[in-house]
């Protein structure tokens, strides 16, 4: 019997999962395949109540982890996946922070023994199309988990041999300054910050883009599902028309295909597909 078309998105943290890979899971588990969302870390260094910062005093680890996977569960509800795996690894904080040095953080995890667990799950749910991000954890972002997220994904696939295709989230340059143009436009406050030359996917490195319009009010309920980390999202500050253009296509970079597909695609399962 053949196996069931699953896709498996590989996050780091709660509310990852919304913004370059929400749609994709919204529209294909509407098309009856299998969704599987895997986060490794619990998020405890993201805020805390009245947005006490992680070192600060005040800030609970353990309830910051228990609010974040309750928000992730609301969001998985919108987006309408299948199944959440939670790895429970502890939240590294960003590059420079004191949670980096922490012995239980995802980032210090050794390679052999989180790659094993994804492994596992990639054994039991045999999925054909596995994503997560690029080298630098998604377009130049940097976060150590997002990196170690990144490198064990490579490390299960390549151990497994199980998918047949395998992308990295993308964020093309050129999107990137269309939505900053238009957020310029409408007058939003960046707080001085412009994205430098060199942040996103280099557009040539982007080989698939999908078309999740239908999904976007989806996406947008499960990134607000999120309300407690709302000061961090950045998209919260957009218009609604930068919101529609930002999340109406989600890009990918595909870095191994077993079967002949389209150089440039538009359907992550192309290839696939009976018929």
């Not at 910062?53 to 228990?66: I, Q, S, W």
């Not at 990295?168 to 412009?194: N, W």
């Not at 999202?233 to 253009?245: C, L, V, Y």
Request: aromatic share 8%.
């Amino acid at each position: 019997m053949d196996r069931q078309l699953t896709l498996m998105v590989v996050h780091a943290h709660p509310d990852d999962e919304c913004l370059s890979t929400g749609g994709v899971l919204a529209r294909y588990t509407e098309e009856g395949i299998r969704t599987v969302l895997v986060t490794c870390t619990n998020g405890e260094q993201g805020d805390d109540q009245n947005g006490v910062k992680p070192g600060e005093a005040g800030h609970d680890d353990a309830a910051v982890a228990a609010r974040r996977l309750a928000e992730l569960r609301e969001s998985v509800a919108h987006l309408g996946i299948d199944h959440l795996e939670l790895l429970g690894y502890r939240d590294s904080g960003m590059d420079g922070w004191a949670g980096n040095g922490h012995p239980d953080a995802f980032a210090n995890v050794p390679l052999e023994v989180a790659a094993g667990r994804l492994a596992a799950l990639m054994e039991h749910y045999r999925p054909q199309v596995v994503v997560t991000y690029d080298e630098t954890g998604g377009g130049g972002y940097g976060h150590p988990d997002h990196v170690q997220a990144h490198r064990i994904t490579v490390a299960a696939v390549e151990s497994t041999g199980i998918p047949d295709k395998f992308y990295y989230t993308a964020i093309p340059r050129s999107a990137i300054k269309r939505m900053f143009e238009t957020m310029q436009e409408h007058g939003v406050d960046l707080g001085g910050f412009e994205p430098s030359d060199d942040f996103g996917t280099p557009d040539e490195r982007v080989t698939s883009v999908v078309d999740v319009t239908p999904y976007v009010e989806r996406k947008l309920k499960a990134l607000k599902a999120h309300e407690s980390q709302g000061e961090n999202i950045f998209f919260f500050r957009m218009p609604e028309e930068a919101q529609h253009q930002a999340f109406s296509h989600e890009a990918f970079e595909r870095v191994l295909s077993k079967v002949d597909a389209p150089g440039h695609e538009e359907d992550l399962f192309a290839g696939l597909r009976d018929g």
